[in-house]
């Protein structure tokens, strides 16, 4: 399993990338643009986790 995560600038707009992979095939891929960078991250890795669900709590 692979899993890349960037950041870029583009103008005025952060972007942030995710993708996860598998043996050279790509399972999923998430992108958001946003003026601030950790917004756009946030935004960016909530997409990914929706694809997987809710995640368990354990108490």
Do not use: K
């Amino acid at each position: 399993m692979e899993f890349n995560h960037i950041h870029l600038f583009d103008g005025e707009e952060w972007i942030c990338g995710r993708a996860m992979a598998f043996e050279d095939q790509e399972l999923i891929r998430t992108e958001v643009r946003h003026r601030d960078q950790d917004e756009a991250c946030r935004r960016c890795a909530e997409q990914i986790l929706s694809y997987f669900g809710d995640p368990l709590h354990v108490h």
